[in-house]
């Protein structure tokens, strides 16, 4: 009984949450102990999709100007890619220990559809989804360095951070909510 009206008082501003969600577009349930999930996960993609292709414009006509038999600008692997890569690589570790402490105690799912086979099957699977997302970002940023997009290389890779730890951020305030 206690324990039932305590998680009543730490759930208090739930309603609140909810409304200011559904303002923004999203529809909410309610997962176990009342955690709210945010379901639309296309209103976010949609506006990742925007950003891209505004970025993508932006850094085609900043290379418009560039010699065309001028040499690679940079190597793949210099300090700011390193530095990049290093950072998406510990964000996607953290991602793998949240995402598995959440699922493990039933009070949260995977959210991707592509990855959630894999992460049901444990932390190997979630070993192999984290890897092949991290090997997606840095051969996408390849692919944006051997065609001489070196500015979209540049925001493509701290885009991929930035999503990256916006969603540990989210995992984090779930685990936390839930203690």
Same mark, same amino acid.
């Given at each position: 009984? @206690? *324990? ?11 309603? @609140?949450?909810? =409304?200011? !969600?559904?303002?923004?577009?999203f529809?909410?349930?309610l ?12 209103v976010?993609?949609? =506006?990742?999709m ?5 970025? =993508?414009? /932006?850094?085609a @006509?900043? *290379? *418009? $100007? ?7 600008? +940079?190597?793949?692997?210099?300090? *700011? #890619?390193?530095?990049?890569f290093?950072?998406? &690589?510990? !964000?996607? &570790?953290?991602? =793998?220990? %949240? %995402?598995?402490?959440? %699922? #493990? ?5 995977e959210? #991707?559809?592509l990855?959630?086979?894999m ?11 984290s890897?092949?997302?991290f ?5 996408? &940023? /390849?692919?944006? +360095?051997?065609?001489?997009h070196?500015k979209?290389?540049?925001? &493509? #890779? ?14 984090? $305030?779930?685990?936390a909510?839930?203690?």
């Amino acid at each position: 009984m @206690r *324990q039932h009206s305590a998680s009543r008082l730490q759930f208090a501003a739930l309603p @609140r949450r909810r =409304s200011m !969600l559904k303002r923004l577009g999203f529809r909410v349930k309610l997962a176990a102990n009342g955690v709210p999930l945010v379901t639309d996960v296309m209103v976010i993609l949609r =506006s990742a999709m925007v950003v891209l292709v505004v970025l =993508s414009g /932006y850094c085609a @006509r900043a *290379q *418009q $100007f560039t010699l065309p038999d001028a040499p690679s600008q +940079h190597k793949f692997f210099d300090r *700011q #890619n390193s530095v990049a890569f290093g950072a998406l &690589a510990a !964000l996607v &570790a953290a991602d =793998s220990v %949240t %995402t598995q402490r959440l %699922t #493990n105690s039933g009070r949260a799912r995977e959210a #991707n559809p592509l990855w959630r086979p894999m992460v049901r099957q444990g932390w190997l699977g979630q070993a192999a989804a984290s890897g092949l997302g991290f090997g997606s970002a840095v051969g996408a &940023a /390849y692919v944006l +360095h051997r065609a001489g997009h070196h500015k979209m290389e540049r925001w &493509a #890779n701290w885009l991929a951070v930035s999503i990256e730890g916006a969603n540990d951020a989210r995992n984090v $305030f779930m685990d936390a909510s839930l203690r």
